[in-house]
């Protein structure tokens, strides 16, 4: 080995070897810098950061050169005045005609003729360039190019270590943050894995929140590319790919061939490889599951493997406290439900036992339209309370309905902006609080009480509005006659588009030409109240609370 090589080599060894033993960035870095120029002859080097969306590089470390050549001004990161962008070694032989020099009398002062460049990339969309500055003509060989590529691949690798590290403590932080500052489960949850998909460049990750009681998967929160194989699967198949007793990473390498996956997807440009997933308990019966996923063949690092563990001990924790704080909650939440419903029925039975009609069948709408438990639970809850404001109305208003005057009826017509009113101040009923305000508005923007029109109407006050004159129509008012539940199913049908949301009619309707026992009139004698109080007592706490309500209502 002649000389040249041998102090090549021994550089690249004291550089990755105070990479290996953690030296501080800096130490690093200037090291890096003064070896380089030793080895070559340079003059002086410096070492410029670009970070996404920037105009210009900063200098993160430089030796040999000038102060006042260091703060000449700004560095463009042009491609036409820079090589930040350019693959490889560049090299400006005469900085006095080189278009890609900013300041070429700055560098003839300093006694500078030619610059290498060398370009790499860093970590989302940083790049770094590294310069190395000469007072000669210079010219690469073959063992030098291969030198400077090893070693500033040392100086990247020792600066992603730093910015990982920096990342993800600013990620646990704030996730923390977030948890014990009470911001909403979805959001945290969101915030988890759209930050492991950006800093671990995965393909995508998942959160999934399952109630092993029922054997269901409860909430899926996904950053990401799509993966079908994953996002795709129910209960039984998501336990069998990451079994819940299972406390330690669990790794499938080749993801194109794990008989584990039901759907392998082979082919096309998004394809996944490595698939990594942690289980994680919560509250029982509740259990959480983190899965992420690479395009490429991937083994985590230590410090990979702990900052996933432990963001998904976080999300745990954040639903654990959410959990722990509804088994509270929940008994105030059935308790204001029930008061407001008994002073409902208090004020008129008749109109009790019509809104737990509405409700139970807009639960059934909700899930023929294909939404969630939740969302459909949101809907049911909202029909429960979609005529609290009567409470407030003369008993001879309600008592004459199908046969009110005209001021009357404008004193019925206050009655949803009167129930959103008393509902407004209960924050576990916010959710409900649009629905009930709209749930008399019209399709063609002829309802109340603000003339909403078409989708801008919300779909759960949608719903409530088909589900409600359904009702009616079956049940009757004491001066209108009840019409039987083929007609009923016309009428409905030949409101659509006009009164109704078509989609909501055919939904109401499918439903209940398949079911029709499913529907009744009204029996006055029926308790309507203990009913309620049985559905109430078999509602699992998750839907009702957990920041989980769903946004389009």
């Known amino acids: 080995m002649d000389r040249r090589l041998s102090s090549f080599f021994k550089v690249f060894s004291e550089i990755s070897g105070a990479v290996q033993d953690g030296e501080h960035l800096d130490g690093v870095l200037g090291l890096m810098l003064e070896r380089i120029a030793e080895v070559l002859g340079a003059k002086g080097c410096t070492l410029r950061i670009l970070e996404p969306g920037a105009a210009s590089l900063w200098i993160e470390e430089a030796r040999g050169l000038s102060r006042s050549y260091l703060e000449k001004g700004p560095v463009a990161a042009d491609p036409g005045r820079s090589e930040i962008f350019d693959p490889g070694p560049v090299v400006i032989r005469d900085v006095a005609h080189d278009p890609r020099v900013q300041y070429p009398e700055a560098a003839l002062r300093e006694g500078i003729v030619s610059i290498v ?10 790049r770094m360039l590294l310069r190395i500055y000469f007072d000669r003509p210079i010219d690469l060989s073959d063992d030098e190019i291969r030198f400077l590529d090893a070693i500033v691949g040392q100086g990247a690798a020792a600066i992603r270590c730093a910015l990982m590290q920096s990342r993800y403590f600013d990620t646990f932080r704030s996730v923390i943050s977030a948890i014990h500052g009470g911001e909403d489960i979805q959001a945290i949850l969101s915030a988890i894995v759209s930050r492991i998909a950006s800093l671990m460049m995965t393909r995508g990750a998942i959160f999934w929140v399952v109630d092993q009681a029922e054997g269901r998967i409860v909430h899926q929160v996904g950053s990401g590319f799509s993966y079908a194989s994953l996002a795709g699967v129910g209960y039984r198949d998501l336990t069998t790919i990451f079994p819940l007793d299972n406390r330690e990473p669990i790794c499938i390498d080749d993801a194109r061939y794990d008989e584990r996956l039901p759907n392998l997807e082979r082919l096309g440009k998004k394809r996944v490889r490595t698939v990594i997933g942690l289980p994680v308990a919560i509250v029982p019966p509740y259990a959480g599951i983190l899965a992420v996923y690479f395009g490429q063949q991937r083994h985590l690092t230590v410090g990979e493997a702990n900052f996933l563990q432990a963001l998904a001990e976080q999300g745990a924790v954040a639903l654990h406290k959410a959990l722990r704080y509804d088994e509270k909650m929940l008994v105030a939440f059935r308790q204001t439900v029930e008061v407001l419903v008994m002073a409902l029925e208090a004020k008129d039975p008749f109109t009790h036992g019509h809104s737990l009609k509405v409700a139970q069948y807009a639960r059934r709408t909700a899930l023929a339209l294909g939404l969630s438990d939740l969302e459909a639970e949101t809907v049911y809850q909202a029909g429960l309370l979609h005529d609290i404001g009567k409470i ?25 902006e009167v129930g959103a009113s008393i509902l407004a101040p209960l924050t576990s009923l916010k959710a409900l609080v649009p629905l009930v305000r709209h749930h008399h508005e019209r399709y063609d923007g002829k309802g ?52 109704f949301d078509p989609r909501v009619a055919a939904a109401l309707a499918e439903w209940v030409r398949k079911d ?38």
């Open 117 to 126: 460049g060398l370009p790499v990339a860093l970590v989302g969309g940083m």
């Open 392 to 416: 407030g109305m003369q008993d001879r208003i309600l008592s004459r309905l199908g046969r009110l005057s005209s001021r009357e009826m404008d004193i019925i017509r206050l009655h949803p």
């Open 448 to 499: 109340y009480p603000d003339g909403l029109t078409g989708e801008a109407i919300p779909l759960g006050a949608r719903i409530l509005a088909a589900c409600d004159a359904f009702d009616c129509m079956l049940s009757g008012r004491p001066h209108i006659a009840a019409v039987p539940l083929a007609r009923a199913l016309v009428q409905l049908e030949a409101g659509a588009g006009v009164q």
């Open 516 to 553: 029709p026992e499913a529907v009744s009139p009204l029996d006055p004698t029926g308790d309507y109240l203990d009913r309620f109080r049985t559905e109430r007592i078999r509602a699992k706490p998750f839907p009702d609370r957990v920041g989980l309500y769903p946004a389009l209502f």
